[in-house]
Protein backbone atom coordinates (compact mmCIF):
# COMPACT_ATOMS: atom_id res chain seq x y z
CA UNK A 1 0.00 0.00 0.00
CA UNK A 2 2.74 2.33 0.32
CA UNK A 3 4.07 2.62 -2.86
CA UNK A 4 0.28 3.13 -3.91
CA UNK A 5 -0.05 6.18 -1.59
CA UNK A 6 3.30 7.21 -3.04
CA UNK A 7 2.05 7.13 -6.59
CA UNK A 8 -1.09 9.33 -5.75
CA UNK A 9 0.99 11.41 -3.41
CA UNK A 10 2.78 12.58 -6.56
CA UNK A 11 0.65 12.41 -9.18
CA UNK A 12 -2.80 13.64 -7.97
CA UNK A 13 -2.23 15.14 -4.58
CA UNK A 14 1.29 16.80 -5.05
CA UNK A 15 -0.84 18.21 -8.38
CA UNK A 16 -3.60 19.45 -6.25
CA UNK A 17 -1.02 21.34 -3.77
CA UNK A 18 0.65 22.82 -7.09
CA UNK A 19 -3.43 23.98 -8.38
CA UNK A 20 -4.55 25.13 -4.64
CA UNK A 21 -1.57 27.70 -4.38
CA UNK A 22 -2.19 29.17 -7.71
CA UNK A 23 -6.21 28.97 -7.48
CA UNK A 24 -6.59 32.26 -5.34
CA UNK A 25 -4.41 34.67 -7.54
CA UNK A 26 -5.83 33.73 -10.57
CA UNK A 27 -9.73 33.52 -9.02
CA UNK A 28 -8.46 37.34 -7.60
CA UNK A 29 -7.27 38.79 -11.07
CA UNK A 30 -10.02 36.75 -13.10
CA UNK A 31 -8.18 35.04 -15.41
CA UNK A 32 -5.55 32.29 -15.86
CA UNK A 33 -4.33 29.14 -17.26
CA UNK A 34 -3.57 25.62 -15.39
CA UNK A 35 -2.12 23.02 -17.20
CA UNK A 36 -2.47 19.63 -15.54
CA UNK A 37 -0.79 16.40 -17.10
CA UNK A 38 -2.36 12.89 -16.98
CA UNK A 39 -1.40 10.48 -19.20
CA UNK A 40 -3.23 8.62 -22.47
CA UNK A 41 -3.25 5.48 -20.15
CA UNK A 42 -6.29 7.41 -18.12
CA UNK A 43 -8.57 6.71 -21.27
CA UNK A 44 -7.05 2.52 -22.01
CA UNK A 45 -6.60 0.63 -18.76
CA UNK A 46 -3.47 -1.43 -19.72
CA UNK A 47 -2.38 -4.35 -18.01
CA UNK A 48 0.40 -4.15 -14.80
CA UNK A 49 0.14 -0.87 -14.24
CA UNK A 50 -3.46 -0.12 -13.17
CA UNK A 51 -2.35 2.39 -9.98
CA UNK A 52 -0.90 4.56 -12.44
CA UNK A 53 -3.80 4.89 -14.53
CA UNK A 54 -5.92 5.24 -11.87
CA UNK A 55 -3.33 8.41 -10.63
CA UNK A 56 -4.10 9.69 -14.15
CA UNK A 57 -7.25 9.14 -14.38
CA UNK A 58 -7.89 11.18 -11.05
CA UNK A 59 -6.07 14.21 -12.61
CA UNK A 60 -8.29 14.09 -15.66
CA UNK A 61 -11.70 13.54 -13.63
CA UNK A 62 -10.30 16.30 -11.24
CA UNK A 63 -9.38 18.52 -14.15
CA UNK A 64 -12.57 18.25 -16.00
CA UNK A 65 -14.25 19.14 -12.59
CA UNK A 66 -12.12 22.33 -11.98
CA UNK A 67 -12.95 23.31 -15.56
CA UNK A 68 -16.53 23.47 -14.76
CA UNK A 69 -16.13 25.02 -11.26
CA UNK A 70 -13.57 27.61 -12.59
CA UNK A 71 -14.71 29.05 -15.71
CA UNK A 72 -16.81 31.98 -14.24
CA UNK A 73 -14.14 33.17 -13.03
CA UNK A 74 -11.91 33.67 -16.07
CA UNK A 75 -9.79 30.27 -14.64
CA UNK A 76 -9.28 27.92 -17.80
CA UNK A 77 -8.19 24.22 -16.83
CA UNK A 78 -6.96 21.93 -19.14
CA UNK A 79 -5.21 18.51 -19.09
CA UNK A 80 -3.05 17.06 -21.34
CA UNK A 81 -2.76 13.12 -22.24
CA UNK A 82 0.47 11.97 -23.37
CA UNK A 83 0.96 9.15 -25.43
CA UNK A 84 4.39 7.22 -25.09
CA UNK A 85 7.22 9.38 -24.89
CA UNK A 86 11.20 8.59 -25.98
CA UNK A 87 12.28 9.09 -22.33
CA UNK A 88 13.50 6.73 -19.07
CA UNK A 89 10.37 6.29 -17.80
CA UNK A 90 9.92 2.42 -18.21
CA UNK A 91 13.75 2.11 -16.88
CA UNK A 92 12.50 4.47 -13.59
CA UNK A 93 8.93 2.73 -13.05
CA UNK A 94 8.71 1.75 -9.63
CA UNK A 95 8.12 -2.32 -9.57
CA UNK A 96 5.68 -3.85 -7.10
CA UNK A 97 7.34 -4.32 -3.79
CA UNK A 98 6.31 -8.26 -3.75
CA UNK A 99 5.72 -8.99 -7.31
CA UNK A 100 4.25 -12.19 -8.22
CA UNK A 101 6.24 -14.67 -10.07
CA UNK A 102 3.07 -15.28 -12.29
CA UNK A 103 3.27 -11.58 -13.51
CA UNK A 104 7.00 -11.44 -14.60
CA UNK A 105 7.15 -13.19 -18.15
CA UNK A 106 3.38 -11.27 -18.85
CA UNK A 107 4.65 -7.69 -18.33
CA UNK A 108 7.81 -8.41 -19.49
CA UNK A 109 5.86 -9.56 -23.22
CA UNK A 110 3.80 -6.59 -22.77
CA UNK A 111 6.79 -3.76 -22.12
CA UNK A 112 8.31 -5.48 -25.45
CA UNK A 113 4.99 -4.29 -27.11
CA UNK A 114 5.23 -0.48 -25.96
CA UNK A 115 7.40 0.58 -28.65
CA UNK A 116 5.99 3.79 -29.95
CA UNK A 117 7.96 6.85 -28.63
CA UNK A 118 8.06 9.83 -29.77
CA UNK A 119 9.93 13.29 -29.56
CA UNK A 120 9.24 14.76 -25.84
CA UNK A 121 9.02 18.14 -27.62
CA UNK A 122 5.99 16.95 -29.28
CA UNK A 123 4.37 17.44 -25.85
CA UNK A 124 6.06 20.60 -24.68
CA UNK A 125 5.04 22.11 -28.05
CA UNK A 126 1.16 20.83 -27.16
CA UNK A 127 1.50 21.95 -23.57
CA UNK A 128 2.52 25.78 -24.77
CA UNK A 129 -0.25 26.04 -27.83
CA UNK A 130 -2.79 24.65 -24.43
CA UNK A 131 -1.18 28.04 -22.71
CA UNK A 132 -1.61 30.08 -25.70
CA UNK A 133 -4.54 29.48 -27.78
CA UNK A 134 -7.32 31.12 -25.92
CA UNK A 135 -9.52 28.17 -26.23
CA UNK A 136 -11.50 28.19 -23.27
CA UNK A 137 -13.97 25.23 -25.22
CA UNK A 138 -11.59 22.32 -25.25
CA UNK A 139 -10.39 21.04 -22.07
CA UNK A 140 -8.52 17.44 -23.07
CA UNK A 141 -5.31 17.78 -25.39
CA UNK A 142 -3.33 14.90 -26.93
CA UNK A 143 0.28 14.58 -27.88
CA UNK A 144 2.36 11.93 -29.84
CA UNK A 145 1.12 9.39 -32.31
CA UNK A 146 -0.47 6.96 -29.84
CA UNK A 147 -2.27 9.85 -27.84
CA UNK A 148 -3.82 11.27 -30.70
CA UNK A 149 -4.62 7.97 -32.11
CA UNK A 150 -6.37 6.73 -29.08
CA UNK A 151 -9.34 9.06 -28.68
CA UNK A 152 -10.09 9.00 -32.69
CA UNK A 153 -10.12 5.01 -32.79
CA UNK A 154 -12.72 5.08 -29.41
CA UNK A 155 -14.77 7.53 -32.11
CA UNK A 156 -14.74 5.41 -34.49
CA UNK A 157 -15.16 2.20 -33.04
CA UNK A 158 -16.81 3.35 -30.39
CA UNK A 159 -16.08 2.37 -26.11
CA UNK A 160 -17.18 -1.46 -26.52
CA UNK A 161 -15.19 -2.59 -29.79
CA UNK A 162 -11.76 -0.08 -28.84
CA UNK A 163 -11.74 -2.47 -25.39
CA UNK A 164 -12.02 -5.53 -27.45
CA UNK A 165 -9.52 -4.78 -29.92
CA UNK A 166 -7.16 -3.15 -26.82
CA UNK A 167 -7.52 -5.84 -25.24
CA UNK A 168 -6.83 -8.43 -27.59
CA UNK A 169 -3.77 -6.16 -28.30
CA UNK A 170 -2.68 -6.03 -24.72
CA UNK A 171 -2.21 -9.80 -24.78
CA UNK A 172 -0.16 -10.23 -27.85
CA UNK A 173 -2.57 -10.75 -30.40
CA UNK A 174 -3.27 -7.44 -32.22
CA UNK A 175 -6.05 -7.53 -35.31
CA UNK A 176 -4.70 -6.33 -38.93
CA UNK A 177 -7.13 -3.30 -38.16
CA UNK A 178 -5.42 -2.22 -34.99
CA UNK A 179 -2.52 -2.87 -36.68
CA UNK A 180 -3.76 -0.93 -39.14
CA UNK A 181 -5.07 2.10 -37.55
CA UNK A 182 -2.75 2.81 -34.51
CA UNK A 183 0.86 4.13 -35.23
CA UNK A 184 3.47 1.22 -35.12
CA UNK A 185 7.36 2.00 -34.90
CA UNK A 186 9.18 2.89 -37.67
CA UNK A 187 13.21 2.52 -36.91
CA UNK A 188 13.97 5.52 -34.78
CA UNK A 189 10.54 6.91 -32.84
CA UNK A 190 11.94 9.51 -31.44
CA UNK A 191 11.18 12.37 -33.63
CA UNK A 192 7.43 11.49 -34.67
Excluded at 137 to 155: C, I, N
Amino acid sequence: MDQIHRQFQTNVFGLMAVNKAFLPIFREQRSGVIVNVSSISAEEGFPYTSVYEASKSAVLSLTEGMNAELGDFGVIVKVLLPGNMNTNIFNKTEVAEQTIEDYVEPWQQFNSMNTVRSNPQITADVMFRMVTDGNNKQVRYYSGPDGEAVPRLKKLLGQQWFWEEFNQRNHGNPSPMWNTLMPQPKGDDSNN
